[in-house]
């Protein structure tokens, strides 16, 4: 027997064992390991509830010792209070979405967090009801948030005129520019790792070209190259909630707002340069080009993620001898074999798009190849979730329409298509990134 084991058995302890990444990374205690991801309660297992430390926005104030803020989980789920009545509707809008045969309301179905229906639970003494909905963040090592809070109009037709007052009196500026307001995001620096918090407070003072800086500062690209990778995995979904929003006559959403999340640990690994990562936050102008690839977020594929004005850029394979080309041209390698699914998506991508002129004018075709690959991404991954997404959260003051009422929520869609426009412009922004 080694010393080890007979020094533990004298001392009557037992093993100390591998601390899991949850404990690491989440401040959890320790959970038997089926427990720490599964998305669905598990009765034989202990659930485990703190108040949930990610929370950048919405209601979180004690009163009368009661909880206001929401919690989060062991497996995987955050639990929101429902105290105010218009809580209660939000219960009420996620019960109706859940069974809905409604075309329209089945596809917002995905566009929002996974709802696992409500409960009573007994938190800091006081017994609340909750609502209970995936954690967008789960797994996250390192997760930025941000909170946009969408519309002009954030008050709903039940309102007082003083609530009305109080929402017409906030955020004014930024609503009334953009359609939308930023009540709190956090990001961790890429090259410190260090975590910035931005309250309410913050977004309330943002208006003008600052509302984008705020964008950019969340998606860590301030003294740095914005990340293409990031900014497609967001467009991805975004163009989703605006091609839904462009037609959807089934619900208004008043004040509802998009959780933007990504993981910084993850966008540090697209990085492929360590030396550049390092560099990202102090780089000059004239700056060497950020290296990210596509390919770590999973899958088998030899497009490198790049895609240039030339078109994608593929990794370079040993086996393929380099022809007498010029440097620019070298970079490129035969496209992956016909039967690959993502020779299909490149295949198509470059029949459609001529990468020499109209890039505007050809922007919804570059949209529907994108989209396609990033379908393929995400089959092919191990873990199914991107490392970037994008959902809408916030349902207190959503209200369905009758037959009678059915109409495009202009509200909502005007600040979908404002918050999409920046994306859009930031990804252009990118368009000469090459390895
Ligand atoms: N599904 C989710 N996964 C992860 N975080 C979430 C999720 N839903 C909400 N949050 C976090 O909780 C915050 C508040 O959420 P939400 O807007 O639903 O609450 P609220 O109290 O109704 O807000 P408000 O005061 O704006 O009405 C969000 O900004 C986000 O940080
Ligand atoms: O950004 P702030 O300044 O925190 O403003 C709050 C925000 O508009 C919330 O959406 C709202 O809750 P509801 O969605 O429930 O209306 C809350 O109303 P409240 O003060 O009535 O709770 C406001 O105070």
């Known amino acids: 027997m080694s010393d080890v084991s007979e ?32 998305p669905l309660l598990m009765p034989t297992s202990p ?23 929401l919690l989060q989980c062991n497996n995987g789920t955050i639990m929101k209070p429902i105290i105010k009545e218009s809580q209660k509707r939000e219960v009420d809008f996620y019960e109706h979405l859940k069974t809905s045969s409604d075309a329209e309301l089945q596809e917002l179905r995905g566009l929002v967090a996974k709802y696992f229906g409500n409960r009573k639970y007994t938190y800091n003494g006081f017994e609340q009801d909750y609502i209970i909905l995936e954690d967008l963040t789960e797994r996250m090592l390192e997760p930025c948030i941000m909170d946009v809070k969408i519309g002009k109009r954030t008050w709903d037709p039940l309102a007082t005129e003083e609530k009305i007052k109080n929402e017409q009196s906030k955020y004014a500026a930024c609503k009334q520019q953009y359609g939308f307001c930023i009540p709190g995001f956090q990001v961790y620096r890429l090259s410190t790792g260090k975590l910035c918090k931005y309250n309410k ?53 008043y004040s509802a707002s998009l959780l933007l999340v990504y993981d910084a640990a993850r966008l540090r690994d697209c990085c492929q340069s360590k030396e550049l990562t390092a560099r990202a936050g102090c780089r000059p102008a004239t700056v060497p080009r950020r290296r990210h690839s596509l390919h770590s977020v999973g899958s088998g594929s030899n497009f490198s993620g790049q895609i240039t004005s030339k078109g994608p850029v593929y990794k370079k394979l040993q086996s393929v001898p380099l022809s007498p080309m010029s440097l620019s041209h070298s970079s490129f390698s035969p496209p992956p074999p016909i039967n690959s699914p993502w020779s299909e998506a490149l295949a198509s991508f470059n029949h459609n798009h001529s990468f020499e002129h109209n890039y505007e004018n050809k922007l919804s075709k570059i949209k529907m190849n994108y989209r396609a690959m990033l379908d393929q991404l995400s089959y092919d991954s191990p873990t199914p979730n991107p490392w970037g997404t994008v959902k809408v959260i916030d349902f207190a003051h959503a209200f369905f329409n009758s037959e009678e009422e059915k109409q495009i929520d202009e509200n909502f869609r005007e600040g979908i298509e404002n918050f999409v426009e920046i994306f859009e412009c930031f990804l252009r922004e990118t368009d000469d990134q090459v390895l």
């Open 201 to 253: 407070d913050y977004g309330k003072r943002l208006h003008g070209h600052a509302v984008k800086e705020a964008i950019r500062n969340y998606l860590n690209g301030i003294g740095a190259t914005l990340c293409r990778a990031l900014l497609l995995q967001f467009l991805s979904e975004l163009w989703k909630i605006q091609k839904w929003s462009r037609r959807q006559t089934a619900v208004r959403l």
């Open 7 to 38: 020094k533990s058995r004298r001392s009557g302890s037992s093993v100390r064992r591998q601390r899991s990444i949850y404990q690491v990374h989440y401040c959890m205690r320790r959970q038997d390991a089926d427990m720490t991801a599964r």
């Open 47 to 69: 659930l485990e509830v703190q108040a949930y430390a990610r929370q950048v926005a919405g209601h979180r104030k004690t009163e009368d010792t009661k909880y206001l803020g």
